[in-house]
């Protein structure tokens, strides 16, 4: 009776280590999903706060928004004439 005890506790062991691995494994799945969601709020906020767009393209924005607003062939001629003149 003691052996088929401990072979049914044995048997069971590793049901029992799934059952706890999915409750962990969910457990962390919500964690990081929350978190990034806290991110998000975050850097949203702070992309609002600075009106829209991000530090890293509000240089190369303003200058499409420059030369899109100059007439063309007022601006920096870096190639030249291919006629030679």
Known sequence: MII???????????LV???FFRLY??????QTQ?????QSRVLAR???ARGG????????VARRRASAASPPGSGDQRHADPAGA
Do not use: K, M, W, Y
């Open 4 to 14: 088929f005890a401990v072979l049914a506790s044995v048997a069971t062991l590793p």
């Open 25 to 30: 494994d969910n457990q962390l799945i919500h």
């Open 53 to 60: 767009e991000p530090a890293s393209t509000q240089g190369i």
């Open 34 to 38: 929350a978190e990034l969601i806290a």
């Open 17 to 19: 280590g799934l059952f």
């Open 46 to 48: 702070r992309l609002c």
